[in-house]
């Protein structure tokens, strides 16, 4: 489960996030995330419930050609 919590790409931010995602869940999601393109861009930054690529491949890729998912661990940005 994911959502995106800040779009840097867009004034007018419209709320994503995975089908799996319900609001009154929101507590589980504790992984920051960022979505960069193939020239480390960053384009949108969010919260999920576990590390993994399906912020990328659900929607950061096909949509918007992101390239790269970091995941703040240990107080540093780290490509998955």
Do not use: A
Not at 30 to 49: C, M, P, Q, W
């Amino acid at each position: 489960m994911w959502v995106i919590t800040n779009n840097l790409l867009e004034q007018n931010f419209v709320h994503i996030c995975s089908k799996d995602y319900k609001e009154n869940f929101k507590f589980k999601l504790t992984k920051k995330f960022r979505l960069l393109d193939g020239d480390d861009n960053i384009y949108f930054e969010g919260l999920s419930d576990n590390i993994n690529f399906d912020p990328l491949d659900d929607w950061g890729m096909p949509f918007y050609g992101c390239t790269t998912i970091e995941y703040y661990e240990d107080d540093k940005w780290v490509v998955l």
